[in-house]
Structures are given as structure tokens and as C-alpha cells.
């Protein structure tokens, strides 16, 4: 797991820039069957420790009535130009504010900037994921006012941000219809620990080998509570019902 190579240990250093240098995380390579167990006694204590502040971060969030969101996917599943297009046509009704995760880059913290948001970038360096306290930070830095939509883009990785709650109300998992009907099987915890699923870039489906009622079939497998949105950012299929959603959330 992510946990052995460091990336999760409190004493790396990640970099918040609205929307400046990047870093990189020390990787911890063990040999000894000593070695290993310790190795798993680390990953339970950055598990437990986790978890404990994602439950502070939800505590507060309740408490100002913000309503978040933890978007995760593989990369290139369209995550930001999802959300920009979403900023875009909700921002009269919703106050958005944007914490965007990305080992390295400006790039995505600049697109949605430029929808009039506020955002604010967290550079992971070699760090896979996100984690409770990053976002414990990030809130701070960004003054995320009360009753507003906290959006977090994730790092592309449908596997280690599977394991770190965040203090969300809601996790959705991103899949495109180029990556794979089988996705939901080969990374099932990912599909189990979400709440919504959003198949994107449906535009492309006379074109790819992508098979719907099988990617939804697999991923109940995984989480029989998934609520499934296919939708197109590109084109706008399907858009309206996930706006609808969020206008809900209020």
C-alpha cells in the first residue's frame, strides 16, 4: 500500500499554492521480516490517525454547513473539465470553493480559477493521494465561507484515495467509458467506498468497447448503494441530472 513508501508519514513536507515549488517524499524501503511488521504498524497508525481528523474535518464542515464532495478517478477521466463545466453553470445558485490535488502542476487549479472560483492547489510531489490532514489545512488557507460546496479533486489513483477518508459527505468516483467496463472489478474498494458514480465521456461510446449495464453491474457488486449518473462534460449529456443533484445538496 501507499503507506510503506512514506507518502502519508506527518513529516513530509506538501506544497499549497494558490494556485508554488514542488517536493517530493522520501520513500522508506524495509527488508527484514522486523522490518515488515513494522512497516504494517505504520500503516495502521496513519490509518487510525486519518481517520480521526477526517471526523474532526466532518465535524467542522457540518457545523458551517459545507457540503463536500471527494472526487476520485483514474487519471484522464475528465474530473476537471467535469467540474469546471459544473462551476460554470451552477455558480449563480451554489458558492463553489475548489481544493485541487495533483503530484505535481499548476494546470488544473488554473482552469478552474479561471471559472471564478476559489481554489487553492495541494502538490503532492510523489505522494499518491490526499489525505485528512492536507485538507485539515488546505480549509484554512482558503477560508471556505458557510453553507457553500467544497469541492476536492483527488489525485488520479483509484487505489490509494480508496483508503483516506477525507471528512467528505460524499465521495464520487469518476469512470470513462475509455478506460474500461472491468474498472469497477479491478479496483473494487474504490467503487465500495463511494457514493456516487459518474460514467463520463458517453459521447464516445459508439466508438470504444464499453459496455454500460456491465460497468453498473460490476460496481453494485462492489457497493449496491452506488447512484450512477452517465453523462458527457464535453457535450453535455446527462449534465442536467447531476446538476439537479447538487442543487439538492443544499
Known sequence: MCETCGCGHPDNNITFRRPSHPHTHPHVHESSDDSHSRVI??????????????ERNRGYFEAKNIKTLNLVSAPGSGKTTLLVKTIETLKRDINFCVIEGDQQTMNDSERISATGAEVIQI???NGCHLDADMINKAVKKLNVPENSVLVIENVGNLVCPALFDLGEAYRVVIMSVTEGDDKPLKY????HTSDICLINKTDLLPYVDFDIAKAKEYALKANHHLRFFEISAKTGEGMNEWFDWLRGLK
Open 41 to 54: 504498524k505504520i500503516e495502521r497508525d496513519i490509518l487510525a490517525a486519518n481517520k480521526q481528523l477526517a
Open 123 to 125: 502538490n503532492t510531489g
Open 188 to 191: 473494487p474498494n474504490m467503487f
